[in-house]
């Protein structure tokens, strides 16, 4: 399933001990506390995961987790 994936790279890349409270809803910078250069290599490490190209544009429209995992979901 992308959205488990999803959250395993989000949890890896900011060190997080557990994933067992992330949502569709929970959002990367409010309650995950990422900041910009978290959420750039966020969405790097998704694209060699899943082997899509997220443009900044799109990965500005984010705004929760689901968001993210929809979007890979429709375009790899």
């Known amino acids: ?3 488990k994936k999803v959250v395993e790279i989000i949890a890896e890349q900011l060190g ?3 994933t067992e409270d ?3 809803e ?3 910078m409010r309650d995950l506390e990422a900041d910009s250069l978290d959420a750039v290599e966020i ?3 998704l694209e060699d995961e899943f ?6 544009e799109e990965a500005e ?3 929760n987790i689901g968001d993210i995992a929809n ?3 429709e375009n790899r």
Not at 51 to 56: A, L
């Open 61 to 63: 429209k984010f705004r």
């Open 51 to 56: 082997g899509v190209e997220i443009p900044d």
């Open 26 to 28: 929970t959002s990367l």
């Open 43 to 45: 969405i790097m490490a």
């Open 1 to 3: 399933m992308v959205f």
């Open 22 to 24: 992330i949502t569709p």
């Open 16 to 18: 997080l001990d557990s």
């Open 71 to 73: 979007y890979i979901e």
